[in-house]
């Protein structure tokens, strides 16, 4: 059964299925195998996007793997309407106890789903592509946002060569931030706050180019066509991933008459530096989201691109919110009008 690790939310759901036969849980959503599979939903933290995991063996203690499950990610409209974005399957062929946690991104992008069957932490795409993932770890593990934590931030641990370290990962790119700590005894004071030595960062250079693609704009990728064209007649990798944005369109016209092994490298790589956003210049999601990243780099970046983007210049998520429904996209001059 898949049921809450904190004792009152445990509660809470199982009177809830005995009423309605669908627990539904905090955000993200964690559960436990201990009674058979169970149904269960998670929610953004402003509740803007929902991921239902539905099992499709059956609940209760007598289905006790192997598990399958149905992920459904609806959007939830300001009058409480629903309109699904995506949905996948995905099993496990085992009758092994299992825990698993599902963090819903606030972005629409996709979600993280964490289980002890699999040692990678994997964020997926509202229809079921891996976007990005954390591996090369012992028994990665996210935990419930923890009150005093942002909204987009939770809390991480894994075993490491330095042994075990906690720290923070950022939903909505999937980046891994800090402080990073590590319990060093039962007395306090417990903890140590390291600079990352165990768990990784996202690089420097990532930023860098994450800042370039935040500023791109569709005239320097019409600039960019021949230099891609040459790029991919040399098959340079490196290079065609660094111009991103301006090199996706070509690569996958590519793909899609002939798979070529270095081509989708490329865009498997360039999406997940984005974790599947789309049109990160002028996503307001996004670009919302990224007010409140730890790097102030990226969001001064945010910033001015919302300033540039917005009528009246108002670059606080509450206005986006708002007015979302009453922008439309100028495609001549790239900016939203009313």
């Not at 012992?138 to 931030?153: A, E, G, M």
């Not at 369109?249 to 081509?263: F, G, M, R, T």
Request: proline residues 6%.
């Amino acid at each position: 059964m898949l049921c809450i690790e904190n004792k009152r939310l445990r509660f809470a759901s199982v009177l809830t299925l005995l009423v309605i036969g669908l627990p539904f849980s905090v955000v993200p959503a964690v559960g436990q195998c201990c009674g058979g599979a169970q149904n269960s939903v998670s929610h953004s933290h402003d509740g803007r996007f929902r991921v239902e995991a539905m099992s499709l063996t059956g609940t209760g203690h007598h289905n006790h793997g192997p598990y399958k499950f149905r992920f459904r990610t609806l959007r939830i409209g300001p009058n409480e309407e629903t309109e699904e974005i995506g949905v996948f399957e995905r099993a496990w062929d085992t009758d092994s106890h299992f825990s698993m946690t599902v963090c819903v991104s606030p972005t629409g992008n996709g979600f993280a789903l964490g289980s002890s069957l699999e040692d990678p932490i994997l964020f997926f795409s509202p229809k079921g592509t891996i976007l990005a993932k954390l591996d090369n770890y012992l028994s990665p593990n996210i935990h419930c946002r923890l009150n005093s934590d942002p909204p987009r931030v939770y809390p991480l641990s894994a075993r490491t060569q330095y042994g075990l370290r906690t720290t923070k990962v950022w939903l909505p790119l999937f980046h891994i931030t800090g402080p990073e700590t590590q319990w060093i005894s039962s007395q306090r004071p417990n903890v140590v706050v390291k600079k990352h030595i165990g768990i990784k960062t996202v690089q420097s250079e990532e930023v860098s180019w994450l800042l370039r693609m935040l500023k791109w704009r569709p005239d320097v990728g019409e600039s960019e066509v021949s230099r891609v064209q040459e790029l991919i007649a040399k098959s340079d990798e490196a290079g065609l991933i660094d111009l991103g944005l301006s090199a996706m369109p070509l690569v996958e016209a590519k793909l899609s008459v002939e798979e070529q092994a270095s081509l989708r490298r490329v865009q498997h790589e360039i999406v997940r530096r984005l974790c599947g956003h789309q049109d990160a210049w002028r996503n307001l999601d996004l670009l919302v989201a990224l007010r409140e990243h730890p790097n102030g780099d990226l969001q001064e970046c945010a910033e001015e691109q919302l300033r540039a983007l917005l009528p009246d210049g108002e670059p606080t998520a509450d206005w986006v919110q708002e007015n979302r429904q009453y922008l439309k996209w100028d495609a001549k001059l790239h900016v939203y009008r009313r």
